[in-house]
């Protein structure tokens, strides 16, 4: 590939820098993407002139497009039958979620993607596969069964991206891996995204790299809109705790994870009864169940996804409020993943996580991870009421909370007064829901005076109806 193609010929701070084609401006322009992001900035030039590119860069700061931009780019100049581009992500989520960002850029080209995953039937990628796309993004498992099956003819693979690198070692994809790498020319470039950097990471890449082009930005720290902490709480009030910060007026949408795929769903059964609309994303239910579940909280059908790490890996919904780890997540890396969710696209975000005694050391090795201690949130008065979760529900049957009137540590304090964050979300008409993709928006900007995460008001709330403090949605 020539280098004459990152050559600066316009303003330096918006996409005329990399001389796409026309169509793929468009795609961008439509996609409403204006300015680089900084991971895109720094490996796009690479990528065009076929450099190997290992782009380390935390979550939610747009690198699918990064490595997406300019293959199709590289596509549409040296257009061919496919396939030609490999594209391997470590969750059937996240190469649905890379595809529909490559469907979405390259609208106004000829480009053809397909998806490679495992939980669902094959034949209909395998009938995609017959229509030669030039790009495959799939997981490691399918693909390798479809190169075993001779389904998948890799011989002209020549550009292989690995994304969310990270991920392919904590999900044992490496076997895997390393068999697909063999059957692949070894004349091809290697694109290398990865929101942390762990040891095994490094070796592979040491392996697969070539002469690299390195970007490193700002690893493993939690992107800066996100206001995050813990709450130091005992297991048996977790559940309490996480119905009244669910209540906060400024939480229209939180995603919460649990350490097993039981207690994720066990959670949100318990918020579902308790007339929240919560759903499930864990490792035991069908692809179908998975797609579902996550199209409904992307488009508002649901307010809160309770999720285990796997399935949640690199999802992207923008506008998510609150990250709540309920229970907290194994590794200081997967705290940046997990926090990410939230904060993305340059919105702000809380993320909370619950910490009990057991909890020290991680909370330790965090620190050190980070550079910097965890804020201590003071946690908001639990409802004694919202404690009892497992309780049947009793649907719009709340009564007025019995310690909500100015008592406690928190109540009156500065968690209280945040009425003027959800002023959107109560005028009925800003909460973004039901739409398209991507149609989630934060729904209030009470984030500056919602620190200390206290204020519960979900007795007051529930008496009205659905807890939430978005209105009542159409359904
Ligand atoms: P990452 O893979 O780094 O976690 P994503 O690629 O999922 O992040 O991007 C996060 C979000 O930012 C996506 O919704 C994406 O569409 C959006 N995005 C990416 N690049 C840009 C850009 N240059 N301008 C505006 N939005 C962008
Ligand atoms: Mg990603």
Known sequence: ???????????????????????????????????????????????LDGRDVMGLAQTGTGKTAAFSLPILQRLIEEPGRGPLIMILAPTRELALQIHAEIEELARFTEVQATTLIGGVPLGKQLRALRRDPEIVVGCPGRVLDLIQQRELDVRGIDTLVLDEADHMFDMGFLPDLRRILGALPDDRQNLLFSATMPGAIRNLANDLLEDPHVVELAPSAPAEAIE????ETDPSRKTGLLDALLSNDDCGSAIVFTRTKHRAKRL???????????????????QGQRQRAMGGFREGKFDILVATDIAARGIDVAGIDYVVNFDVPD??????????????AGASGRAITFVTREDRGWVRATERMLGEKLARFDPPEVDASAEALERPARRGQGRPSRNRSGG?????????????????????????????????????????????GGGSRSGGRRRGGRPGSR???PR
């Open 1 to 47: 590939m020539s280098s004459a193609r990152a050559q600066i010929d316009s303003s330096a701070d918006d996409f005329g820098q990399f001389s796409f084609h026309p169509s793929l401006e468009k795609g961008l322009a439509q996609a409403g993407f204006q300015t680089p992001r900084p991971i895109q900035a720094a490996t796009i030039p690479a990528c």
């Open 228 to 231: 995050h902490g813990v709450f």
């Open 268 to 286: 949100a059964d318990q918020l579902d009864r308790k007339g929240r609309r919560a759903v499930a994303l864990q490792g035991n239910m069908s």
């Open 331 to 344: 590794t200081p890396e997967t705290y940046t993943h997990r926090i990410g969710r939230t904060g993305r």
């Open 408 to 452: 406690g540590r928190n109540g009156s304090g500065r968690g209280r007064n945040r009425s003027g964050g959800s002023a959107k979300a109560k005028d009925g008409s800003g909460s973004g829901r039901g739409g398209s993709a991507k149609s989630r928006s934060r729904s209030g900007s009470g984030k500056s005076d919602a620190r200390g």
């Open 471 to 473: 209105p009542a949605a």
